[in-house]
């Protein structure tokens, strides 16, 4: 028999419970963990631009001393406790979050748009609403909903505790290729789902940046980034966009059939794109390159890969050839494979 409702209540809502104390944030089903500022600011944003957070649960209880429903909220106790601050001018959103209302105060948010404090105000959040359940039906419930969680991959647990813009700048450009990482078999889609896009690109962006290094950086860079962050995002982003632009052009979108749709490859073959055209710190070569009048020859020239993939008698091909093979099969994330790599295509593509 069905003990819970699932229902929404606006912010609007919780606002007035905790007016009148019928809500309570403190119960001891709850972690006492304290978000960062950057972690609140997040989440406002995302308010802000209309897109959904995780759902609440909330038990509710009759207090039959003073006839007032009390809801005891058993999950979700920091988003909403975030979301109250931030509605009592607590804090303020990130400018790096959010152009347009960072800086400002929920009470000065009409200063930038008439009407966001009753979007804010009539937002909707998702909640379960647990009816005069008991502590251990509670505990129980949670027990069971961890039996079928999934565990997190490296990168899910990363984009769960970031929040910077670098993070939100990877986040943006995965999606955003979606369709080519999936039509041109780099990734695929129930991989996307686990957030192999969002690892691809900011792997790709932290090469554009710092230079090529080993796969096992990304974590420590998240951290980094979260500190400070002083990049300009929207030229990253127009670089990203323009090498990936170049590729789909190279191969006339046909990448799916070529040996460059495996990961190790296509992260070799964009960074040597990268190079060619803004310079990638730690590869010894020239960028005086110009793949616009070139793109025939060169698209030409990578040909060279399959060719190398599928030869048998390996008699047949040069010491860089094998050395590139061997790179393409063995410790394929590490610094020094990953430069000579992309060195070795740069080379390829620019020798007449």
Known sequence: MKNFDSRTYSINDFLEWESNMQLELSPKFQRRSVWTDTARSFLMDTIIEGKPIPKVFVRQKLNTQTRKSIREVVDGQQRLRTILSFMKDGFTINKKHNSKYGGLYFSQLDQADEDIQAHILNYEISVDLLVNMSDSDVLDIFSRLNSYSVTLNDQEK?????????????????????SFWTKNKIIAELKVLRMEDVQMSADLLIAMIEGIMTKKNIKKQYALYEKEFEHDVDELEARFDRVINLIDSLFSGNLSKREFKRNHVFYSLFLAIYHLEFGV???????NFSLDDNLSKVSQRLEHIDYIFEEMDKNN??????????????????TSVRVRRSTYLIDLMITD
């Open 317 to 334: 091909l040069s010491e860089n050839d094998l050395q590139f093979l061997n790179d393409c099969r063995r410790a394929t994330t590490d």
């Open 158 to 178: 990363i984009n769960a505790n970031h929040f910077s813009s670098f993070k939100v700048l990877a986040d943006k450009v995965a999606h955003k290729h979606n």
């Open 281 to 287: 710190v730690n590869i010894d070569r020239p960028t």
